[in-house]
């Protein structure tokens, strides 16, 4: 047996501390140790973005991070996302599009929109296309994501406009 | 999950320490390390964590060439202006690797390391004429990249070294590179055939220098110098570029698998050399 290592990071804001084994994930210390189950797993081998957090500002697949790395990182997951109750426009937009069926790949798909409106907030069908090539959804057949951040990102320029 | 030891050293001298006398594996992106641990393929005890130690992450100038630190992500290098303008096909190599999350991660030495004979940005590498700084228990030692890999999985570096950094030279006036890949999907695959081009023209355009390196048609990545020799002194007319296809040709040493049959993959290494040099003569001739 290994011994687990004391970890302290910030999740979403709040400095959290747990405890894990060297050889655990991100995704997993995320979900069993912190309770924070909106990143799923869905291949455990980076091909899907189920996982995908943010890493000290970066779009990762958390399941090819391990846990110990996140010491004094900086974590944004799904909890995040919606601010005081207040879901964000992309998660506004995934609704109405009706972008999701069973909902498995849809938060990763939202960090991931994030992490793209964030850095480019106009972006073409092609570059949102390319950008989510790493989450897989096996239920909607993708246009209505493309179409649902394809709004969002109209949404929230037009609030930066009006801002 | 796997029971192991994992460091995270903030110095060079401290992980060549930690790696040796031991079951040790470094870290870098984790991209392929993570999965092959996953797997059960490797079983390593001991984990040498990179990213901590200053300059392992980032990309530095250094009389006239780059210097990118071993754990640097592609998506780091993609976003460096000056590296792109001087080296785009290595960059866009980098940039192939994986997805928009991978690309948060993976680095061109892990790609190095991890030896695949398909890895994308290894081609681009050698035809650059890059070297890796190497470090171990014995000091330092500067290896050109295309000597790193030795077969698939396995590298010429010692238990106890690792890759620091990788240099790439400085560029002289009217030079381009450009790196092409053919694979069946458009994103997310591995490369069949690899082409990595790097040229320097002379000031009547014609080729004074061309270095050509080939992914995924042999064990490991290959510098091709005939394909380099087949087109010095043209204007890649089309009898070069002909010269160029067929000495590509002559050098794969291919498998065939499910992906493409070895004759595929001969015939398309002759195509993506002519289309690769097609493009570096371009960006040569802007630059
Ligand atoms: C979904 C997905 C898609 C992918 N697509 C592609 C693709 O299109 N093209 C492609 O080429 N690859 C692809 N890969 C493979 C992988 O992302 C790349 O090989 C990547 O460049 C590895 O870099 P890393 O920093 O993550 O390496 P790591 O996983 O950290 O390390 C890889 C290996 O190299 C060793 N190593 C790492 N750094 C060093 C160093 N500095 N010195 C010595 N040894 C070192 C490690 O011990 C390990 O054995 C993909 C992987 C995934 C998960
Ligand atoms: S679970 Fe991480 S990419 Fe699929
Ligand atoms: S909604 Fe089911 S996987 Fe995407």
Redesign the pocket.
Known sequence: MSKRTHISTTVNGDPVEFLSDPGVTLLDALRDELQLTGAKEGCG???CGACSVMLDGRLVCSC?VLAVEAEDRRIETIEGMAQGGELHPLQQKFLEHAALQCGFCTPGLLVASKALLDQNPDPTETEVRYWLA?NLCRCTGYDKIIRAVMDAAAELRQARRVA | MLQLDYVAPTTADEAVRALGGGQA???????????QMRSGR?RPQRIVD?KRIPGLIGVREEAGGFVIG??TPGAVLGEHKALVKAWPGVVEAAN????TQ?QG???????L??A?P????VPAIIAARAVAVVIGAKGRREVPVEAIAVAPGKTS?APDE??LEIRLPARPARAGDAYLRSIPRTE????VVGAGVNLILNPDGGVAEAHVALGAVAPTALLVPEAGAAIIGSKLDEAALERLDAAARAACRPISDKRGTADYRIKIAGVLARRAAKIAYQRASEA
């Open positions: 081998s980076g091909d090819l790493g | 594996k470094v870290l870098a992106g984790g991209t392929d390390l993570l999965v490797v990179l071993a754990a192939l690797i994986g997805s991978v991660r993976a680095s061109i030495a892990g790609n390391c991890n695949s398909a890895a994308d940005s570096l690792f890759v997310m695959d591995i490369a």
